[in-house]
């Protein structure tokens, strides 16, 4: 996993397929991309919140710029696996993202025992981190969100990155990444959450693709979507400050 990198700087767009959609657009990618080396992997996440859940509630109501901060390992971890502590931040419709790896243990550690960090790891990154952790107080393991993944890489165009993922769960117990994929279903039964992930626009040919399939876009957050089916399961109506409101835990526009 050495060749990850550490910064990104891209347009991310979301879209919700059911399966149909999902088969349709795996073949019709074929000649513009291949699924990359790692095949699919189990994507672990601990997202860290204040103990009132201010992050994501801030996030939720669609802010120009929001930031979230997680934990991160592909596939299951052992205290000496590499895991990755992310800030991803959005602003205007662009997502920068900014990590350092560690071994899982040390990454524990450093998050919520507040361990210093070895100098030889201290960097701009960490720096940041460290600054963000100050800044929300009381910020502690909030929720565990977990995925199967596979990320396809364009062919021709080496910036296109897309993934597809499914078997979308959240839980707050047991937050612990050593647990795998476990917990509550986001989806349902035979949907796949597509993101496209590219520099700049949208190139015309994928346009047509997703325009002949009848594929739209979608405002779609995992851990914003935990979150509401965790404090909201009987689909709770809820105002924002926007009149965005929760209505069977979809987020609606007024």
Known sequence: MGGFKDTFQRFETKYLLEDFQYRAIRERLQDMAEVDEYGKTSILNIYYD??????IKASLEKPVYKEKLRLRTYGVPTDDTRAFIEIKKKYKGIVYKRRIGMD?????????EDEPLDEKKKSQISNEIDYFKTYYAGLKPAMAISYDRIAMAGIH????RITFDENIRWRVDDLDLKMGNVGTDILKKGQHLMELKIAGAMSIEMAHILSDLNIRKVSFSKYGKGYLDYTY?????KPFSDGTIIRDKRILSA
Not at 50 to 55: A, W
Not at 104 to 112: D, E, M, Q, R, V
């Open 50 to 55: 204040t103990p009132d859940f201010s992050l």
């Open 104 to 112: 899982y243990k040390k990454a524990l550690g450093y998050l919520n």
């Open 157 to 160: 165009d080496p910036e296109l």
């Open 233 to 237: 399961p009987e689909g709770v109506k």
